[in-house]
C-alpha cells in the first residue's frame, strides 16, 4: 500500500507571496489532518478534514486555510507568507475516527526569505 | 493548550531503560504518542484512550492517568533503534476527530 504523499517536498517563497501544499492520503484513508513544525514549538496542528469538511481546527491564523476534495486529497494554502511561517509541514492521514493511528507523510519544507 | 513533556532529552546506553512523562492541565479524551527519527515522519507508536483501552506496539508500553491528566512512555531494555524524537499528543475533545496537541518532543539517544 502507498503511503502518504506530499508535495512539493521543498519550496522557497517570498514573504507576502502564497503557497499551495497537496497531500495524497493512503487509499480508503478518509481523514486528513495538518501540523506545522517548528524547532521551537514542535508538532502544532493546523487543521483536520474529513470527508471534505473541516471538523477540527487549530490554533492559526485565517491566513491558513484548507480543503479536502472528494477522493480525500488535500491541499493546504498559506497567504500572504510571514518569515515566521517558515516550517516543515506535515499531514497524516487515518481511516476514520480520532482514536485511530495517523499515518504521516514526508513533509513540505516551506522557506520564506 | 500544549502538553509539557519532560525530560527534555536524555542519552541511554543499549540495554538500560528510560521513562517519558507528559502531562496536560486539561481534561484528556486520549494520548498519543509517536517517535520520529531525524529527517524522517514522525511514527505511530500508542494510543491510549480514556476508560483504559490502548492500540499499539506490543514493545512499547504506556499509562495514562485520567485523573492527572499525565501519560508515561516507558521504553525498556533500550536498543539504538530506539533513538529519536517522541512526541505526546492530547486529544481533549469526544471521539469526533483529531485535535491533537503534541508537546515540544523528547530528544532520546541510544548510544552502544
Known amino acids: 500500500k502507498a503511503g502518504v504523499t506530499q508535495t512539493p517536498r521543498y519550496l522557497i517563497k517570498t514573504r507576502g507571496q502564497q503557497v499551495t501544499l497537496s497531500c495524497s492520503p493512503i487509499?480508503?484513508?478518509?481523514?486528513v489532518s495538518w501540523y506545522q513544525q517548528t524547532p521551537g514549538q514542535g508538532l502544532q496542528f493546523l487543521f483536520e478534514y474529513f470527508s471534505e469538511t473541516q471538523r477540527n481546527k487549530g490554533n492559526f491564523p485565517g491566513r491558513f486555510s484548507g480543503r479536502q476534495f472528494s477522493n480525500s486529497r488535500s491541499e493546504m494554502n498559506v497567504s500572504t507568507l510571514e518569515l515566521g511561517d517558515s516550517a516543515l509541514y506535515l499531514c497524516a492521514s487515518s481511516l476514520l475516527r480520532g482514536d485511530d493511528e495517523q499515518y504521516f507523510g514526508p513533509g513540505t519544507r516551506l522557506t520564506v526569505t | 493548550q500544549q502538553p509539557v513533556q519532560s525530560p527534555q532529552a536524555v542519552i541511554l546506553r543499549e540495554g538500560e531503560d528510560a521513562v517519558i512523562n507528559c502531562s496536560s492541565s486539561k481534561a484528556l479524551y486520549s494520548v498519543h504518542w509517536y517517535r520520529q527519527k531525524h529527517g524522517e515522519a514522525p511514527v505511530f507508536l500508542m494510543i491510549l484512550l480514556k476508560g483504559g483501552e490502548q492500540k499499539g506496539h506490543d514493545k512499547i508500553s504506556a499509562s495514562f492517568n485520567e485523573k492527572k491528566q499525565q501519560s508515561s512512555l516507558y521504553l525498556t531494555a533500550s536498543q539504538l533503534s530506539y533513538s529519536g524524537t517522541y512526541f505526546c499528543?492530547?486529544?481533549?475533545?469526544?471521539?469526533?476527530?483529531?485535535?491533537?496537541?503534541f508537546g515540544k518532543g523528547t530528544s532520546l539517544l541510544v548510544t552502544p
Open positions: 487509499s480508503g484513508h478518509r481523514s
Open positions: 499528543g492530547f486529544e481533549g475533545t469526544s471521539n469526533s476527530g483529531y485535535a491533537l496537541n
